[in-house]
């Protein structure tokens, strides 16, 4: 059952990764290469469309983690399990304090209503959208590595 439990929050943690970081370094440029104001829509729609589903994922993962790190407290990479829930925790608040407060003004603009400092909140985002992207992926390859020793 423990093993189990391991394989599906790696995956589950792994998907997030992917997803995450094909946002930092592959759709962020599409978009920004879109001629006119087709980028800041897109932006506007990926906010809306990611917006409702990555705070499950990001809570489901961290409650995957917590559960496997109790779960298998006194098996061999409990240390590392737990180490990783501690990184999506940063992850989660991160997220909350930094990035969704952007995210909520990004997805209701439109070229008529967007603030004029509208690519310098999107810059800060992708900002620290890496440090998150670097977080998640540190807590991807503790998981995997935990998943082995299990």
């Known amino acids: 059952m423990l093993n189990a439990l391991g394989v599906v929050t790696t995956v589950v943690v792994g998907l997030m990764v992917g997803v995450e970081f094909s946002v930092a370094f592959i759709m962020n440029r599409i978009l920004n290469a879109l001629p006119g104001d087709s980028g800041q ?41 737990a180490t990783a829930a501690a990184l999506l925790i940063v992850s989660v608040i991160m997220s909350m304090l ?8 990004n ?16 810059h800060r985002w992708d900002r620290y959208h890496y440090v998150r992207v670097a977080i998640i992926i540190a807590a991807f390859a503790l998981l995997a590595t935990a998943l082995v020793l299990v």
């Open 41 to 81: 829509l897109g932006h506007a729609h990926g906010g809306r469309m990611l917006g409702a589903l990555m705070p499950f994922w990001y809570i489901g993962s961290l409650v995957l983690g917590a559960v496997w790190a109790v779960a298998g407290w006194h098996h061999h990479g409990a240390g590392l399990v």
């Open 107 to 122: 997805k209701t603009w439109t070229p008529e209503n967007r603030p004029a400092d509208w690519k310098q909140q999107l």
């Open 98 to 105: 930094l990035l969704v407060p952007i995210n909520n003004r």
